[in-house]
Structure formats: structure tokens, C-alpha cells
């Protein structure tokens, strides 16, 4: 039985990433396709790429007892679509923005009564499995937080000193200076620096995981780097552990997480790219650890993540749809 | 029932994207992957974003029995290849390299006895569906004449004047002066100015759609590019029909070939880049014909199209394992 | 003496550009930097890479009467911006907007009464060292008829085809979603195929070499090109000449022009970007020629050229503050 | 009177790009370009981009009597190239190379019993301008020490964690395979993680400016960037001084030295990039402060800060020959 998927905010780049996946998916019948800006359109006219492959418009209605619901609108947005519509009961919802992503008062965030779960497989697939509504991590968060999550683990987490570098993607398709191509080719740029939003729900991922009252800091400055997909972020802190010991605890955790993957191997960013992959290095001098973690930040770090929480919530092979060939080159 | 395949000189370019494709194939069971240069090595150690998708080792013999064998060599390399060794008269043969596409005194080259079938699949299917053996056309080859073959096959075509910007995978992995980040970085330089080797087999492809004496002349002037993958071409040619003729005789042509898609909005190279797909426009003022047309080198230009042969010769959906998700971005 | 200078539109590109080359020139006091949209606002505010260069704020005022003003604003602004305002008699433009480039029944445009002299060092030179107003060339217009201009002279000049590849700063700051970095990065299109209007300036010039009624006619289509500075344009035509005579005659025509050189090595584009330099390369096949020309965009095709014609208005040494270290990579 | 220059190892990036410097500065007169690969060829066969500026020819002997020679070789030859040839003692030597750029034992190495002297003019421009003999500081090393030498001046540096981005041109011209274009676009890597060799130089100088005993810990991670030139980083570290304090702290530091700029705007690497510049930019947030900075690898990084330590020697002015357009683009 085919799932019958609605995407909401269909336009933009996490929307149109999420249509790359959904029109080869075996599994899902795409049910809608909501922009308000480009209703009536071919889905072509914007995701040009597309091309040869689907013919769907762009609708300004949507139906709200499909299966599943994705919401690819900007942040802020989310809260105020669902404020304003009701879907079924039995419809799922994947929110993509950060809206629902942080608990108030250790409370998660709830819809019509019922609870967002934060959609990390590595961390919640359990409770993604039973969940009615996904909160969908934001890009940086997963790819600094997969990189800490063994650690949080072992309870040995305490102070990290990170540095992140993102593809343009990851900064939208507005139009902004700092998105110019004149001005973004060849350039590197701090911004956000000590303040940047997704740590909150970093933070509160490794409290999770390390229990009790523990307040781990993470000190990160994220890059805007020249290049339009991923992010490649290097982490650092104190341990006494044996990189041997720290390699196979990273190991341990992530066995059962076919896309989360501990190289012994330097890695680097184009491993990844276009695919559904975070591919984690550790290095160690001394007592002094690095820890390299790299995303697509509109698969792993969006539109990826959201499907793969979609195959989990509906009982199907969370690799479905997602066995992606890298662009590598 | 499997296809059991086997690739000569994995380590390459074009070995590393079949593999990609290769492993994600639903009827394809990998029996080796040859490499004399990597013996022993796992292929995760050369082409490192296939982490975690497989641990497949090179190796330095192969199975000739196997029901398929791609040849990933350099040109030159094919023939000696298959000089020097004898494979199954069952095994069907697919040489990406330019050795065996050219015809000489009109007959195709054959290997123990049998012929050769030039691999497009646009131009001879029916041939591809019956060959024991496949000559893979070039990449700039590829591009050029899929923009061209409806005009010689309405027996119009004449001169033509085409510039081409290729990616640097097209120059394979060996490392040269103009494969050097520093140089190609922003660069772009014209090379083999009117003497490009693949203007050969176009001819020869326009030849047969033309039918009689009839010799069309390409003035062929290729540009080095400084991006990673794909080649854009824009070719001038003179014509009384209309831009709606024209249109729709392509439409008609290429009905048939679901990889190959007229486009009446302006094409950019991205939107074809990570997919086997070639993207054409044409447009007009006055007498004067423009023909763009995009294509992914390492796909629609090698390997994608070696799968896409392939899938015809044992008898599956061409589009079987070529579904792929465009980077776009 | 030093010079005094006003540049008008001083917070785009050309503006920009003008800016960095002014603040080193030996000869140059700049007397105003005017921007509406910018007043009262530092120049580094806008133009980040003069910081310790210079503290020059942006002006809404300027004054009238300075040796020389730049006119740098977009097209058709030009013409409105001197309806509304009386220069002095004595104050020399140099306007590097296409509103003064065409002759119009054969007459230059005026004001003043005075006419507009095409700025085309390597053509008028001595009519721009007599000059008042001096219409700066376009861009794609300086790359291709300097490729032309010596065939044109010996009168053997008849059909082109020509392609050439522009970068990012040929467009302007205004954000489009072809600007946007996430589209332009590592792609490529046509764009104003046949259609590009600097051709009439181009066909202006040739004329002029021709002398009496010849048209040329230079079937260009230019790309989008995928980095930030330059242009490199190949042109292909036939002809009887050998090419060491083609190349002769090249070198004959700019031996008094030392920003235009003739090269018998394969051009590149890094060989002149963030210089004034045109390099052209002259290739031959049996009757068919090709020629390739690079140039720095917002250089040779824009605010150097502006530049080099006021060091000749003025009498100065035309390469003065123009002797710039390429960046090369 | 002119200075008369001899340049060892004039092939290499280093090299080349102090002869693009060379050729425009008003008093210097190149002597020789010493290449053993290239000796006899053309510099602008190698490069290119100085075609029309020069026709100097490369040698393959040398003159020791010159009145500077810069050595442009690898690292370990200069220290070779100098064991085996004698200066004159009146030659002053610039070496761009690591060679002598450290101390033994508090002792800074020697040539013919004289002492290099660290050549950083921001630290030590007294030395500079009576030193017979200058180590040049490294690329990583003048970007990473120039944020860092106020706080260690005033005392209270401590343990600092550092990322460092660098561009293609800083790994040198061989060919490589993170060099090859088809890896390094659109590409990031850690490499030399916690052990890059330029660390030392930089607690070196460190120490000169904290006195004592104090021992700062520099933890430095270093990515391959996917642009040709420049180098930008980002440090963090502890303090209780207020960002005003600190900013104020940096530009007294910096007031007397004109290519080092401190920035309250936030910073990014075009900004610098194809000049002798580096800007600073402080950030704080509660007591974590991050200092960016920004260079030219091959100008500030090596052959500019070579010249500019050139100039100082001489007497001249230090910007003399080194007010270079940024292209910032």
C-alpha cells in the first residue's frame, strides 16, 4: 500500500530536495504539492531538474487526511501553518523548521494535544517508530551532535570547542548579499559566532543522553563556506580515553544506524554529498581529541533525515528511497 | 535471476561510478572488481564515499564467465585488454573507451569474430537489445550528436559550429598541469581546437541517419571547465524551418528515449548534473539555429549509459538503477 | 597636477572596481564618491577590501566642475543622469554605461553638444586623447572585437561564430536567482542566445575598419560561466590566410597597444584576470580559424579600460595605475 | 639606486608570485631568475600570466653578489642550497622557506656566523631593518600569531583552540591527489590535525612577546579549503577583558603597522585575498572571546611579507611595491 504524502512549502530548498526523494521512493504516492507562491505552476518551472521525471503542478489547496504531511516553510512559519489548520488525527506530520525542535520545561512541544518527538534516528528511533509528529533536527545540530552523542553516552562530555563549516543551501534560496555568487565564491566567513540556534537543541540531545543535571558547553563558531552542499565540522575536547577505546564506543553506538558511520580513514566533506550519510573520524594527540563529523546538510541535515524518520514512523527499511548514489566528484 | 558483472579497471573514473551505480542495482550482483593497480585494496580505499555501502576488495584476477564485463580502461587499453584475454563467447562485453566505436571501410569492429554495436541507445536500440558486444560513445560525443541526429535524420543538416565546456573528471584521475586545483580553479582555456578526437564517431552517427554520401562537418572547439561534472554545449547551424518544427521534430525523435528530454525553457547544466539524463533546447532568430544541449560526463557520458546498454541487452527497463536524485545545487 | 576625479554609482561593481585602481594611481586626487543609496556612509562599508586604504565616505552632493567624472551607474542612467545635470564645459566623462556607444545615422551621441568618442583605446586612440566624453565599451564587446578587429582592418572579415563564458561580476550586484550562488556554482547556461546587444558595438567597430558598406555578422551566443571574473570568448570563420600570417598581421595591428597581446601559446583565462590585459590566441585548421580572447571583465571590459582612457585624455602614460599584479590563481 | 634582486627556485608559487611583485616595483631591478627545471625557458612559459610585462628568461646560474637574493625553494633545501653556495657577505638573504625560521636552544640559526631574524615585521621590525639575513614566516603561522600577539603581549594568553582554512595554492604547485581539481572542489578536509609544523613558530613568537617561562598551548586544526588563495581562522579562548578592551588593545598594537587591520565590521577572506593585508576581527560572548583572521597566503603568507621585509631591510617604505588591488571578487 502506497503512503500518500503532502508537502507543505514544496518551493523552496529543503521542499524541492524532499521531491527528489519522494518521486523515486517506491513506497509514496505524492498526494499534493503545496506552494502558495508558485500555485498553478509546474513543479519544473522551479525544481528544473525535474524534468523527464513528473509533470505535478503546484497546488494552493491541500488535502489534511494524506498519511504523512511534510513542512518545509521557514522557521516561525511551521507554528503558524498548524495554528491556522487542523489535519486529521491519523495524519502524521515531519516539520522540517525548528519550531517544535526545543522542550519547554523538559515538556516536548505539542499539536493538537500530542507530542513532537525530536527526530534523530541515532537517538529516538524508538520513539520515532510510535510517533504521530517529528520534529526534524536542523543541520547543524546533527552534524555536531551525532559527532557527540557517544560521548554524551559514556557521561564524559563536559566542554567543546567546535568549528563548522555549511554549504550556501543551508542558508535558503533568499536572496542576500551573502548568497550573491560574486560575493560567496572563493570567500570564507564567521557569522553567528558563540550564538548560532542550534545548539539549544544540541545541548539538550546530550543531556539526554548524559542524564541528570550535567550541562554540556559547546563553544561553536559556524563558516559560510564556498561551496552549495554540506557541512564539515571539527570538534574539540579533553579525554583520557585511547583512541582505540573512543573508535570502538563510537562504534557500539551507531551499529544498528546504518547512515551514521565511524571511519578509521580521514574523511572528508564529498564522501557524503548527496547521499544520506554522516561520516564521523576521531583523531587524538595527547589528551587532546578531534572529532570530524561531515553531512549533506539538505539530506542528513533535512530532507534526508525527514524521510528516513517517514520509512521508520510507517514500519518500512529506513534506507528505503534513500540509497543514494554520491556525487563524490 | 542476478546479472553477474564484472569491472576491468575499477579504480578510475568511470570504474568508481558504475560501482556507485552498481551496488544500488536491484538486478545486479557484483562477482569482481578488477584493478591491477589496487590489488588487495578494499574499493572504500579509492572511491571512499562508497563507505559503508559495501567492502568489496579489488582484485587482480576475474572471472570470465561472468554475464556482463565492463571495460573502465583507458583508450587503447580495451584492445589489448581483450587481445590478451579470452572471455566466455556468452559473456556480453561493454567498453567504455573509445576503442572498438569507430567502423573501418564501413564495418564494426568485432571481437572473436562478433561486431560491436555502437551504444547509443537513441540511435540504434534495437541493435543494442540484440549485441553481444557494445562500443560506449564518448562523452562530448554524446552531447553533440544527441542535439543533431533528428536534424540528419530529416536529412537537413550541413554545417555546424559547436562550443563545449566539459567538467574536469573528463580528463580522468591522472594528475596533469590542467587538472591541478590551482589552475583549474576559475579557469577556462580551449583545447584541441577543431581537432577533438570524438567529432569522428558523431559523424559516423549522423552519417547513418542521414543514409547516402551525405558528410556533415562539426567545427568542434571544446573549452575546459572549471567545475567537477557535466558538459554544456551550444551549437550554430542554419535552418528555414521554424523553432516549432524543429521542436516538435525532436519531440517525435527522442519519444521513445526517456533519458533525453527537449526543453522549450532555457537548460542549465545542473539541472542534469548526478542523473543520465541529456537536456536539449533549441532556439531561433531569423535563419539562425542555436542548439543547447547538457549532459552528466561521467553518466549519460560513460557509465550511466554503459548501465543504461546494459539494462536494454538483458532485456530490463533502461531507466532499472538510473533513477537518480540530481544534486541540482 | 594631480587629477581630480568624481565617480558617480560608486557603490557597484564598476564603481567598486574604479575605486580599488583610483586610491593607487600616482596622478589621481579623488575629489567625490557619490551614491544615493550609499550617502553618508563609509566606502568600506560597501567595498570591505579597501579597509586601511582609504576612509572616503559616500557623498549625495558632487561637484561639477572636477577634471574628470565617471559615470559607473547602470544602463539607460547614464543619459538620464546627464539630462538632469550641467557638468562644466572643461570636467571630461567617462561614461561606462552602454547609453553613448551606438551612432545613430552615423553620428556620435553628444552633450553638450560635444559627441561621444567609443573608448576603444586600441582603435581611437588618438580621437580619445582629444576627446571630452568618452563612451566606455561594454565587456563582451572589448573580448570579441579585439579578437576581430585586425581581420576587420584587412577587410577580409565576413561571417563569425562566436561563444564566450562571462563571470558573475558581468551582471551586476543586483540579486537574481542566476546570481544566487546556490544556482551558480559549478553551473553553466546560454542565455540572450544571437540576441546580446553588445553586438551592435561590436559590428560598429568592425564597420569602421571595414570602411564603406560591409556588415559583418557575428552570430554570439554568451554563457553564464560558473566564477566570479572574466570573459574568454572563442570565434570561428574561414579564411585563406595561413595562420602565421593571421598571426603577423594580429601583432602588427597592436604593436603600439600594450594591453593587447598576441599569444602563439594556448591562452587561458587566469592569464589576465585583475589585470588590463586582452590576450588573444589564433588557431587554424585547413580554412578554418579560430580565435580566442580573455579579459578581466570588470578591468580591460570595463573600469580599467575607463581608467586607461583618462591616462590618455590627460596625456599620461595609458598603463599608469594599471600595472597590476594578476592573481593567477 | 635600484636594488639588485636574484630570486632562487623562481618556478615554484612562492617564487612566482614574488616576481609579479618584482616586476612592478619602482626599485628593484631583477638580476636573475634561477630555476634548475626551467633554466632557459621563458619565465612566462611557466608563468603565464606575466606575458607582456617581461621576457626574462629562467637561469640556471646565479650571481652571489646581488644585492638580496630570495630563496623560494622547499622546505630543507634552502638550508641545502645555502650549505653549498657562498654569498657574498654584503647579500642580504630572504628565505621563504621553514628553515631557519626556528631557535635552538634560545639561539636563532646562522649563515656564514650571522643570525636570521624571524622575519614578522608586526613583531620584530627593528631586526627586520638591520638584519643581514630574514627567515620568512609561514602562512598558517602569520595569520594564526598576528591574532594572537596582543593578548601574549599583555600577558594573558593561555591555552587557545584554533581551525585554519587554507587555500590550494599554500600545498604548492606538485601534483597531488588533494591537489587534482576533481577532489578539491566543492570539497573540505582536516589534515595535520593537532600537529601542523607551523604551531611552533608561532609559540616561539608567543613566548618572545609573554617573556618568561609561559608555555601558550595553540590547539590547531587545519582544513583543506576548496579555493585557490587564502587563509582565514577563527581562535577562541578565555578573558575577562571586555571586547572594547580588547579591541583597543589590537589596534594600539597594530597603529604603527599598515597591512594589519583590525576590523569592527564582521570579516571574510576576499577582503584580503590578492593583497599584503590581514584583518583581525574580535567577537565575544559572556567570556568566551573568537578572533578571526584573515591573509594572503602567497602575499602576507610568503612573498609579499618576503618584499615587505625587503623593503623594511632597505630602508624604503614598507608598502613600496605592495599597494596591490584587491580583487575581491
Given amino acids: 500500500m502506497m503512503i500518500k504524502v503532502g508537502v507543505i512549502g514544496s518551493a523552496g530548498y529543503t521542499g524541492g530536495e524532499l521531491l527528489r ?18 500555485e498553478g505552476k509546474s513543479i519544473i518551472s522551479v525544481h528544473s531538474d525535474l524534468i523527464g521525471d513528473t509533470d505535478i503542478k503546484f497546488t494552493g489547496d491541500f488535502n489534511k487526511t494524506v498519511d504523512v504531511v511534510f513542512l518545509c516553510v521557514g522557521h516561525g512559519e511551521a507554528k503558524a501553518f498548524l495554528a ?9 506530520i515531519i516539520d522540517l523548521s525548528q519550531d517544535y525542535r526545543l522542550k ?17 534516528p541515532e537517538l529516538n528511533k524508538d520513539e520515532i517508530s510510535k510517533a504521530q509528529y517529528i520534529a526534524n533536527p536542523g543541520c547543524f545540530a546533527t552534524a555536531i551532535q551525532l559527532a557527540l552523542l557517544p560521548l554524551a553516552k559514556a557521561g564524559i562530555l563536559n566542554k567543546v570547542y567546535t568549528t563548522g563549516i555549511t554549504g550556501s543551501t543551508g542558508a535558503g534560496q533568499s536572496l542576500q548579499s551573502s548568497s550573491h555568487f560574486s560575493w560567496r565564491a572563493n570567500n570564507i566567513q564567521a557569522y553567528k559566532t558563540l550564538t548560532h ?5 544540541v545541548v539538550q540531545s546530550l543531556q539526554q543522553e548524559l542524564g ?12 559560510r563556506g564556498d561551496f552549495t552542499r554540506g557541512i564539515f565540522v571539527s570538534q574539540q575536547l579533553e579525554s583520557d580515553l585511547s583512541l582505540e577505546e573512543l573508535t570502538n564506543m563510537y562504534e557500539v553506538y551507531y551499529k544498528e544506524h546504518p547512515f551514521t558511520i565511524v571511519s578509521k580513514s580521514p574523511i572528508h566533506l564529498k564522501q557524503v554529498v548527496n547521499t544520506n550519510k554522516c561520516a564521523i573520524q576521531i583523531e587524538k594527540v595527547g589528551n587532546e581529541v ?12 533535512a530532507s534526508g533525515q525527514a524521510l528516513q524518520n517517514m520509512n521508520i514512523m510507517f514500519g518500512l527499511d529506513e534506507r528505503t528511497g534513500l540509497q543514494l548514489k554520491a556525487s563524490n566528484f
Same sequence: chains 1, 2, 3, 4.
Fill in 84 to 92: 491556522e489548520h487542523s489535519f486529521d488525527k491519523n495524519t502524521k
Fill in 290 to 301: 578531534a572529532i570530524h563529523s561531515a553531512i549533506d546538510n539538505l539530506l542528513k541535515g
Fill in 21 to 38: 526523494l519522494l518521486v523515486h521512493h517506491p513506497d509514496v504516492k505524492i498526494d499534493y504539492v503545496h506552494s502558495k507562491s508558485q
Fill in 197 to 201: 540556534q542550534h545548539i539549544a537543541e
Fill in 212 to 223: 541528570g543535571e550535567k550541562q554540556p558547553k559547546i563553544n561553536f563558531i559556524p563558516w
Fill in 104 to 120: 519547554v520545561n523538559g515538556n516536548a512541544p505539542t499539536y493538537q494535544g500530542v507530542p513532537f518527538v525530536y527526530g534523530l
